[in-house]
């Protein structure tokens, strides 16, 4: 009976053990995935952002443009 306790422990912790360990590297590798897609949006939201800030920019250059030239005929 000792001998059959003797196995399943020697076979049943390398098996919990290698179980453990697979569940936390899925779980981690998720957690990457979810953290470069969070990442990924992101950057994107800063370049439309900053695509409108230099939209932006032009239109006041143009404006200024437009008032430096009112100022100038009157």
């Known amino acids: 009976m000792t001998a ?13 053990s290698g179980t ?4 936390a590297k ?9 953290r ?8 994107e939201a800063l370049g439309d952002i900053q695509a409108g800030m ?3 920019k032009r239109r006041i250059a143009n404006l200024e443009s ?3 030239d009112l100022e100038s005929r009157k």
């Open 4 to 16: 059959v306790w003797i196995v399943a422990i020697a076979v049943g912790i390398p098996v919990v």
């Open 20 to 23: 453990v360990t697979k569940l």
């Open 26 to 34: 899925l779980h981690y590798a998720q957690k990457e995935k979810d």
């Open 36 to 43: 470069e897609a969070y990442l990924r949006q992101e950057n």
């Open 54 to 56: 230099k939209d932006l």
């Open 66 to 68: 437009i008032l430096l």
